[in-house]
């Protein structure tokens, strides 16, 4: 099922496009379209969703040996016996290549040390790369400069799990300890300057939180809080950490949260909150009233916005995929802003991301890497010869 709500405020078209995959039988793809038109007003309008499937796409049908065209097959390859193979990705290939060990080969920290798990990586305005990961003997927090090199680290024994990482407009370092139930903000150097939330307390209050996920920082540089392992709400500050409001309750309803992972906001204030369980990112205006929501991603771990309001996503079919595959079996999306539609995919293993100021993408993985993914793509035969003497 697709739907959305368009809160008052919102003026213009917002479009979600699900697309869906072949049932038991065999048949291939659906597209349910939701459009809501929301008329320029200063009270509140209500409109409803219409759903219309479109008709089954053809299959692309390859000749004996030939390579798929990818960039224009539109359903499941079968193969001249009728054998059905792959599906296209979703709304077209992204052509990118991609380092598989980022910070570690060559490794340049000290003697000794490597990433545990990988929660979280963010990069700053100097294209410094910051890592954020769950390991014993590197410092949580390791600082590369934009080729892999080594810099600084700093965090040692102030975490108890560490998970989400933001850097803001100002080069400060943000970072979410859930199991702590804290956010802390750092200077670019590791200097900690504020720390929200109670050490080792859950709560529920306006100065604590349960198992915090994510950060995001609003156009004012207002604090976005993803509150959402242990609750399933988002909290608001001021940049100066004061308490602003607060939304969102258990369930699966409109304006309700099954799991708060990621958070983000776009360059009007919109807040997109992924909603993971529930599979579904719903969309916020700056006080929490719902503008809309996309269903047509899955279970997202992670929403980067960049200045432009590019939207990129890793995520995954649905949570029980993500969860049993231990995040391996990802997607990275990028995603129109202005309808949820799916632009182009590839896959990652994944838990976090951010894309540079230079367009790379960075990925933290659980299995204990960095993936720095940029682009760049080889021809069939520079691959065929890619791994022979």
Not at 363 to 377: A, P
């Amino acid at each position: 099922m697709v739907w959305a709500v368009i809160g008052s405020g919102y003026c213009g078209k917002m479009d979600v496009l699900m697309e869906g995959s072949m049932d038991a039988k065999g048949l291939i793809g659906f597209v349910v379209a939701v459009s809501l038109v929301s008329a320029c007003s200063s009270t509140s309008t209500s409109t409803s969703a219409a759903t219309d499937a479109a008709p089954v796409p053809e299959v692309a049908q390859p000749s004996p040996g030939v390579d798929i065209d990818r960039a224009n097959a539109v359903g499941q390859v079968v193969d001249t016996q009728g054998m059905a193979g792959w599906y296209p990705h979703e709304g077209g290939l992204m052509k990118y290549s991609v380092d598989i060990r980022w910070g570690q080969e060559p490794n340049t920290m000290p003697e000794g040390w490597s990433f545990g798990r990988v929660s979280s990586v963010a990069t700053d305005s100097k294209g410094q790369v910051f890592v954020f990961h769950r390991g014993d003997v590197a410092d949580p927090l390791v600082v590369f400069d934009a080729e892999g090199n080594y810099l600084r680290s700093f965090g040692r024994g102030m975490f108890e799990n560490e998970h989400g990482l933001r850097i803001d407009r100002h080069d400060n370092v943000w970072v979410t300890d859930n199991g702590d139930h804290q956010v802390m903000k750092f200077t670019n150097d590791g200097e900690l300057l504020m720390t929200l939330g109670k050490k080792g307390e859950a709560g529920t209050t306006d100065d604590t939180f349960d198992r915090p996920a994510d950060i995001a920082f609003g156009p004012n540089d207002e604090l976005y809080v993803a509150d959402g392992y242990g609750n399933s709400r988002v909290v608001k500050f001021d940049a100066d950490g004061n308490f602003v409001a607060t939304w969102g309750t258990p369930g699966s309803a409109p304006g309700e949260f099954d799991l708060v992972h990621s958070i983000a906001v776009d360059s009007q204030g919109r807040v997109y909150a992924s909603d993971r369980e529930n599979n579904r990112i719903q969309i916020f205006d700056e006080n929490g009233e719902l503008l809309g929501m996309w269903t047509n991603l899955g279970a997202t771990q992670n929403i980067f916005i960049t200045p432009d309001d590019q939207v990129w996503v890793i995520t995954h079919r649905d949570n029980v995929e993500n969860i049993t595959y231990d995040t391996l079996a990802g997607r990275i999306m990028q995603v129109d802003i202005n309808t949820g539609r799916i632009i182009g995919a590839m896959e990652s293993p994944g838990h976090w991301l951010d894309v540079s100021s230079t367009g790379e993408i960075f990925i933290g993985s659980l299995t204990g890497n960095v993936f720095r993914w940029y682009e760049e793509w080889m021809a069939t035969e520079e691959a065929a010869q890619a791994e022979r003497p």
